[in-house]
């Protein structure tokens, strides 16, 4: 359970239909082979222990028997093992025979869920043999020696962890088993099931099991049946799956024969934190859950015996390489689009005035712009772009600025400030050669200035350029570039801008001229460019040497506002994304910075302008993060300051 996640496990063994001692043999194989992986809980599928395509042999007593003194057998010889296992058997109860999920940990049977819905279609025939679980009167099952729970309303529970079971067919239903469990507190659902092979039918699988794990904020596990099952009319070859929240982690690969197993990590305390915050769950809580539920405790392995994480950590959550990049990249250019379209057309404005500089944010704030002029069909020429040299302005980003308006077909003006910013200097008088904080932000006010008087002219809107990172570090000058009509960018963070603007640039999207510029701003460090350059022409201030690298900012936005993660546990995972790229050291003095700034910067954005929400967050004080200016720091800094940095 270290950093609240829990070391799942779905198994597919190999059996012999009606061979329980056969059977056993290999479960328990497997068994110790996830304990010695760290694994906490393992599933097997449906009826591993008899088989699923015994047929009328389940019911024959002789086999019933043998299931029941084989399951007694694999929980002695499991006994040393910490896991908790479950397996698929026929049970029998009430002079009933019952499909039921068996769970046992450390030599003891905890519970046994019986199936709630039994197919009785098509190639199913279950209710030839089986009762289904609403029939059930009994609460106690004799399994050899032991009295067992058992009911469709058991959860498992290890501290405030609660863990569910369904099988098979109950997924395929309306209101899942997995769904009514999910609102009495299960976090993780374990599904066994012996699911044929049918073209097509492993998509429509897929698809159902991401669903429910995002209907009902929750992990999914699920273990099919496979090799060894009978193939007189059927064929079963072994899935497996592993979702969290909509998302597939990780999916067993079909159609090979072996034994099987899958291994991962479900981030239980992101399903609570994820419960925790929607409102229309809990409401779902209040309406359904009134049913009387049975709790079974067992053990989760302590935190200090836990294994390594098994699933990767991205680097970059925000746009992670296992989705479509590009297509992702076009969709959030789409939405920036069509918020300011709307904004455009809500205003009567045929004009727009944005402050080009040459580096990444301003130019894809430009690519925005000029989209949303496309779209309502007014001539781009209403644009007026504006390029302001001062100071440390550099050749390549002064010659970017120019390409990029003149390739895109704007009105561009050039007003170079150095001479209005000494002017200013002297009348506050401020030492020119005094290159502090008044130095650097009256070029950026100074630049405001000038956008939004130029706007009052063509009664147009200065488009804002700032990004989400930069708002989140605070690195903006208040009442400079920190203000706009309405700020294209606030939703996206600076990696996403990178891979937005680098898509729009192998897409050719706005021609080949274009696209070599793109590519030249994508090459150039960024820089406010408010330091005077060297002797040589080349920028001096380079924003990453001083707030630190955007891609961990950006990693520690996204999991400490969508996450809500303790700073202990970013940091873990700071270490498994960027392993061999960052020291420890370096990751601790960064996420010092990061809260440092995140926290005595919110003034900047409770004062902040409208802006589309276009990624899982908004730092809107109108949309999804509200915080008082004067909140403080000092306890997510002490926990920083505890990490050892060995």
């Not at 605070?474 to 700020?487: E, I, K, P, R, V």
């Not at 200016?629 to 997510?636: G, T």
């Amino acid at each position: 359970m270290k950093y609240g996640f829990i070391k799942v496990a779905a198994a597919v063994p190999f059996v012999k239909v009606a061979d329980c001692n056969y059977n056993i043999e290999r479960i328990e194989k497997m068994i110790f082979d996830a304990d010695s992986k760290g694994v906490e809980i393992i599933a097997f599928p449906e009826l591993c222990i008899t088989g699923y395509t015994c047929g009328d042999l389940l019911l024959h007593p002789y086999l019933i028997d043998k299931a029941a003194e084989c399951l007694c057998r694999l929980v002695e010889r499991t006994k040393e093992c910490e896991l908790m296992a479950i397996v698929g058997m026929p049970v029998r109860v009430e002079e009933k025979l019952f499909n039921a999920a068996v769970a046992f940990q450390k030599g003891k049977i905890l519970g046994a869920i019986p199936k709630s819905y039994l197919p009785n279609y098509r190639e199913f025939q279950e209710a030839r043999w089986f009762t289904p679980a609403r029939d059930l009167k009994f609460s106690i099952a004799h399994i050899g020696s032991f009295d067992v729970p058992i009911g469709h309303n058991i959860i498992f529970s290890s501290g405030n962890i609660g863990i569910g079971v369904e099988i098979c067919e109950d997924m395929w239903t309306p209101y899942t088993p997995g769904t009514r469990l999910s609102l009495y507190g299960a976090e993780i659902i374990f599904n066994l099931s012996a699911s044929n092979e049918n073209a097509g039918k492993h998509t429509y699988l897929r698809s159902l099991i991401s669903g429910l794990s995002s209907q009902s904020l929750c992990g999914y596990v699920y273990s099919s049946c496979g090799y060894g099952e009978s193939s007189t009319d059927l064929v079963y070859t072994g899935k497996a799956f592993i979702a969290e929240c909509g998302k597939i982690i990780e999916e067993m690969k079909r159609f090979e024969y072996s034994e099987r197993m899958l291994i991962n990590d479900i981030d239980v305390s992101y399903i609570q934190n994820e419960r925790l915050i929607n409102s229309s769950f809990k409401a779902a809580v209040s309406d359904y859950a009134t049913e009387e539920l049975t709790e079974i405790p067992f053990m989760l392995k302590s935190e200090g015996h836990s294994a390594p994480i098994t699933r990767s950590v991205e680097k970059n959550p925000f746009l992670p390489d296992n989705i479509h990049r590009a297509e992702r990249s076009q969709e959030i250019y789409d939405i920036q689009v069509c918020g300011l379209a709307q904004r455009l057309k809500h205003i009567h404005s045929d004009h727009a005035v944005i402050g080009i500089s040459g580096g990444l944010d301003s130019t894809l704030a430009l690519l925005v712009t000029v989209g949303a002029f496309d779209f309502l069909g007014i001539p781009r020429e209403n644009i007026i772009g504006i390029t302001m040299p001062g100071f440390g302005t550099t050749s390549q980003t002064y010659n970017n600025a120019l390409d990029m308006m003149k390739y895109l077909g704007i009105t561009a003006k050039d007003i170079d400030i150095t001479d209005a910013c000494m002017r200013h200097f002297s009348d506050i008088g401020h030492d020119p050669e005094v290159h502090d904080t008044t130095y650097e932000n009256a070029q950026a006010r100074e630049r405001t200035q000038i956008l939004m008087d130029t706007a009052n002219k063509y009664y147009a809107p200065v488009i804002g350029t700032g990004d989400l990172s930069e708002l989140a570090l605070g690195w903006c000058t208040f009442n400079g570039d920190h203000m706009s009509m309405y700020s294209v960018n606030a939703g996206v963070p600076k990696t996403s801008v990178q891979l937005i603007v680098r898509h729009l640039a192998d897409t050719d999207y706005f021609g080949n001229d274009t696209s070599k510029t793109l590519r030249s701003v994508l090459d150039t460090p960024i820089s406010p460019e408010l330091k005077p350059k060297s002797n040589n022409g080349e920028m001096t201030q380079i924003t990453e040497n001083i707030v630190g690298p955007y891609e961990l900012h950006d990693f520690f936005i996204y999991h400490f506002l969508y996450n809500e993660y303790k700073p202990e546990k970013i940091f873990y995972l700071a270490q498994v994304a960027f392993e061999g790229q960052y020291t420890k050291k370096e990751i601790k003095k960064w996420m010092k910075t990061f809260y440092h700034r995140f926290f005595s910067q919110q003034y900047k954005r409770n004062c902040m302008p409208d802006g589309p929400k276009v990624s899982r967050i908004s730092l809107s004080p109108r949309g999804d993060w509200r915080m008082p200016s004067d909140a403080s720091s000092a306890m997510w800094l002490e926990e920083i300051d505890s990490f050892s940095e060995e």
